[in-house]
């Protein structure tokens, strides 16, 4: 059973571009959550994304968008990139919106953005 | 502002030795606080949680001592092994929201 896949691994992007991550969730999962892990930092959150809808967001700026797609797969959008953008995007799928499913949150294994 | 502070940044034990990582949150809204496990190049992956009803949790090597009036809690690792190195965080979350606040982590080394 695939867990949570990220795409692509690593990226490097220069100042001012556009990127694309992409995640499919665990199988069985329909909400996924997305992350901002800085060098030697905890995980910050972006936002989550259920029933093709963003339910909760984060401090990020609009800069930072995302889509969920039918199939339950996700997307995070991030334009005019910055150098503090470099980081390692983690996405995290789970079933539910609701408590129960917060407990069971299941992360890939992430996308590493350089900004040069 | 950093609502969840976690401590040391870095530990190093001997093998058979015990492991102490701290947190400390500010929250008191937060009711569910759970650890996470990570390894190079992996992503962080559910270790044992705890919710405020209870002091204490033990799930094999794992025990999470919780402090609900101080909001403080705590990750042992009993008997550590080497293979327990990693970097470990606390996290918190609040009833009915899924967004999980982090601390900043700790990299623990066990050494052989």
């Known amino acids: 059973d695939a867990g949570v896949t990220q795409s692509p691994t690593h990226l490097i992007k220069t100042r001012g571009q556009q990127v694309t991550l992409r995640c499919s969730p665990k199988?069985?999962?329909?909400?996924v959550s997305w992350y901002q892990q800085a060098l030697g930092q905890g995980p910050q959150f972006i936002f989550q994304?259920?029933?093709?809808?963003?339910?909760q967001r984060g401090n990020f700026p609009d800069r930072f968008s995302g889509h969920q797609f039918p199939n339950y797969s996700s997307e995070l959008n991030v334009n005019a990139l910055l150098l503090g953008d470099s980081a390692l995007y983690l996405c995290?799928?789970?079933?539910?919106?609701?408590?129960?499913?917060?407990?069971?949150?299941?992360f890939g294994a992430g996308s590493r953005l350089t900004v040069l | 502002q950093q609502q969840v502070k976690q401590s040391p940044q870095s530990l190093i034990v001997q093998k058979g030795g015990i492991s102490i990582i701290n947190c400390a949150y500010e929250n008191t809204a937060f009711d569910y606080f759970p650890w996470y496990q990570q390894f190079p190049g992996k992503g962080p992956a559910l270790l044992i949680a705890i919710r405020p009803d209870v002091s204490e949790k033990k799930e094999g090597r794992f025990t999470i001592s919780f402090n609900k009036s101080a909001k403080q809690f705590s990750l042992h690792i009993m008997d550590s092994q080497p293979g327990d190195s990693a970097t470990y965080f606390c996290a918190a979350r609040k009833t009915g929201f899924q967004k999980l606040v982090f601390g900043t982590g700790t990299r623990l080394l066990v050494s052989p």
């Open positions: 994304y259920y029933e093709e809808e963003e339910r």
């Open positions: 199988s069985g999962h329909d909400t």
């Open positions: 995290a799928s789970t079933q539910g919106s609701g408590d129960s499913g917060a407990n069971v949150l299941t």
